[in-house]
C-alpha cells in the first residue's frame, strides 16, 4: 500500500490509496471550509517531490485573474464573486504560478502586458503542461498579441477597457465548452508522439510516417491531429473537433471538419477510403483507434 501526504496548508490525510490512485477516499482541510465551496487536496507520494492529484469536491468554479494593475484585478475578483465564482488574483506570473501550483484552478484570465515575464509566455506554459482554459486581456492597438495568444493555445481574448459583464458572458461560454469536451486520457507531458508506426514533434509540427519521410500538415489538420492523439478511443463530434481546431472562430453546423479529417486521413491512412486509424462513429463523430504512446 502507497500512502499519500496531503501537502495543502492545513489539510490532513485520513485515507490511502491502494497503489493504482483509484481509491483515495477522503481528506480534508480542517472542515475549515465553507459547505459547497471548492477546496484543494494536494497529494503527492512520500518522498517525492511530483504533485500526483489536484481533487476538489463540487462547488464554484475557481477563477484566476492576473493583471498588474490592482484596480483591475480587485474589481473583476469582486465582480466574479458576486456572480458566483470563486476568485485569487495574482499580480505577476510568478505569483500566478504559486497560486496554480496551491490552488485548483478552472479557469485564468491573463493580462497580456505584465513586468518581468509576460502574460503570452505563461499562456504558453499553461497550454504545454495543463489543459486549464485561458482567457486574454489585451490593449486595443495590440492586435499582434492577440493573434499570437490564440495561436499558442489561448481559449478567448478580450480588449481594454472592457465591460465585466462581457468577460463574464466569455468566462461562461468557455467553461461550457471546455466542461463538454472529453479530457486527454493523461496529463499533458513534454515529447513526441508515436502512434502506429508514425511520429509527430509537436514542438516542430514535424509529422513523418513509417517510412521517415516527413509529411507536411496544415494548421488545421496538425490541431486536428493532436487532439486525436490527446485522447486516444474517445469518441469526438464535429462540434468539439471544431472548437478544438478553431475555437472561438467556429460557426456552428460548419462541415469543413468532414473535410480536414478526410485530408488527414488522405495522409496517414494506409488506405484512406478504408480508414483504420481515424475511424467515424456513425451519429457521433471520429475517434483515434490506435494505441498512443508520447516521451
Not at 473583476?76 to 458566483?84: D, H, W
Not at 509540427?205 to 509529411?215: C, F, K, N, S, Y
Amino acid at each position: 500500500m502507497l500512502l499519500y501526504q496531503c501537502v495543502s496548508a492545513g489539510c490532513v490525510p485520513v485515507a490511502a490509496d491502494p497503489g493504482d490512485g483509484s481509491a483515495i477516499s477522503a481528506m480534508a482541510r480542517n472542515g475549515q471550509e465553507p459547505p459547497g465551496e471548492y477546496f484543494l487536496i494536494h497529494i503527492r507520494l512520500r518522498n517525492s517531490k511530483k504533485p500526483l492529484y489536484h481533487l476538489r469536491m463540487e462547488g464554484k468554479p475557481h477563477i484566476l485573474v492576473v493583471d498588474d494593475h490592482r484596480d483591475i484585478r480587485e474589481l473583476v475578483g469582486r465582480y466574479l464573486v458576486k456572480n458566483g465564482f470563486r476568485t485569487t488574483t495574482a499580480e505577476d506570473a510568478r505569483n500566478a504560478r504559486a497560486a496554480l501550483s496551491a490552488s485548483a484552478i478552472d479557469l485564468v484570465v491573463l493580462d497580456v502586458m505584465m513586468p518581468g515575464e509576460d502574460g503570452l509566455s505563461l499562456c504558453r506554459h499553461l497550454r504545454e503542461s495543463t489543459e486549464i482554459p485561458v482567457i486574454l486581456l489585451t490593449a486595443m492597438a495590440e492586435e499582434t498579441d492577440r493573434i499570437i495568444g490564440l495561436e499558442i493555445g489561448a481559449d478567448d481574448y478580450l480588449t481594454k477597457p472592457f465591460n465585466p459583464r462581457e468577460l463574464l458572458a466569455r468566462i461562461r461560454s468557455v467553461m461550457r465548452r471546455t466542461q463538454a469536451m472529453p479530457p486527454s486520457r493523461e496529463p499533458k507531458p513534454n515529447g513526441i508522439y508515436s502512434f502506429a508506426g508514425w511520429t509527430l514533434d509537436p514542438a516542430r509540427r514535424e509529422l513523418t510516417g513509417p517510412d521517415g519521410v516527413a509529411v507536411p500538415l496544415s494548421t488545421g489538420e496538425f490541431r486536428l491531429l493532436v487532439a486525436f492523439l490527446d485522447r486516444p478511443g474517445l469518441v469526438l463530434s464535429r462540434d468539439q473537433l471544431l472548437d478544438i481546431t478553431r475555437g472561438r472562430e467556429a460557426v456552428p453546423f460548419d462541415r469543413s471538419i468532414d473535410n480536414q479529417v478526410s485530408r488527414l486521413r488522405r495522409k496517414i491512412e494506409p488506405d484512406p477510403k478504408e480508414p483504420t486509424l481515424i475511424k467515424t462513429v456513425w451519429g457521433g463523430g471520429y475517434s483515434l483507434s490506435v494505441d498512443v504512446a508520447r516521451e
